[in-house]
């Protein structure tokens, strides 16, 4: 039953475009969004022991443990309804994730479909994560230059008027997340390539391109 489930990684440094394109493929696919960093977020505002491992480590730009990271998702996969597949948005960012990613999914009677590596400048990202900004309500991502809503101040998805920005998009944090993603998360490629899983996306082009071309990529998967 479980088969006919897509379940597939976005893979990229911070500010590629992965949360922008996981809420794309929700709307046009009906998958369900997984972002580690979301749920880490949740945790840190809830302030659960998860929450308070994280909190410093992810200011500084650092990554939280595997075994606190792992925990979360778990709770979160056990949780609810999976829609028609998983986008894991920002996991895994360690071999040692993307091994137990795959035993947590073969427990449940599922496999991975794709890794969708989203390749992007490293000089861009410092601006794209200085610009971001969400709505404060529905959470749709918005860009100082490159995506602002059609209305100044109001939300296109849910009419919404309050925004808010991440404490952690500052140039200096940015820039360790950035060292972060090269030490640890860019041999992931690789890792996902030598299983042939791997498909790359050139994600400098504007947000429709990128989208349409990951909708090729999940048309093909799901034919
Ligand atoms: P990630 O989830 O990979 O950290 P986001 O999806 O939050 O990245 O995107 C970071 C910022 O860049 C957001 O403000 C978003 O609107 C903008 N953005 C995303 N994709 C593109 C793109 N292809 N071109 C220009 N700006 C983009
Ligand atoms: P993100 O929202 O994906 O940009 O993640 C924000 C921060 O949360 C990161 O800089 C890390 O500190 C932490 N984080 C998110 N996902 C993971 C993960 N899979 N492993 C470790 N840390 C993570």
Redesign the pocket.
């Known amino acids: 039953m479980t088969d006919t489930l897509t379940n597939l990684i976005l893979l990229?440094?911070?500010?590629?475009?992965?949360?922008?394109?996981a809420r794309m493929l929700v709307e046009r696919f009906g998958l369900l969004q997984l972002s580690t960093g979301d749920l880490l977020r949740e945790a840190v505002a809830n302030g659960t022991a998860a929450g308070r491992t994280a909190k410093g480590i992810m200011e500084q730009g650092g990554l939280v443990p595997d075994d606190v990271v792992l925990q979360v998702l778990k709770d979160r996969l056990s949780s609810g309804n999976l829609g028609s597949g998983v986008i894991f948005?920002?996991f895994p960012r360690t071999l040692g994730q993307a091994e137990a990613l795959d035993a947590v999914l073969a427990e449940m009677g599922m496999k991975l479909d794709r890794a969708i590596a989203?390749e992007v400048d490293d000089a861009a990202m410092v601006d794209?994560?200085a610009?971001?900004?969400t709505c404060a309500h529905c959470g749709e991502?918005?860009?100082d230059t490159?995506?602002q809503p059609a209305t100044v101040g109001k939300c296109d998805v849910c009419g919404g008027t309050d925004f808010k920005r991440r404490a952690d998009d500052n140039a200096e944090t940015v820039r360790a997340r950035l060292e972060t993603y090269h030490a640890e998360t860019a041999p992931l490629t690789e890792f996902y390539a030598r299983r042939g899983l791997l498909s790359s996306i050139d994600?400098?082009?504007?947000?429709e391109t990128?989208a349409g071309r990951l909708a090729e990529i999940l048309e093909r998967e799901s034919a």
């Open positions: 990229g440094p911070p500010g590629a475009g992965k949360g922008t394109q948005d920002g989203l794209r994560i610009g971001r900004y991502g918005y860009h490159s995506k994600a400098m082009q504007p947000i990128v």
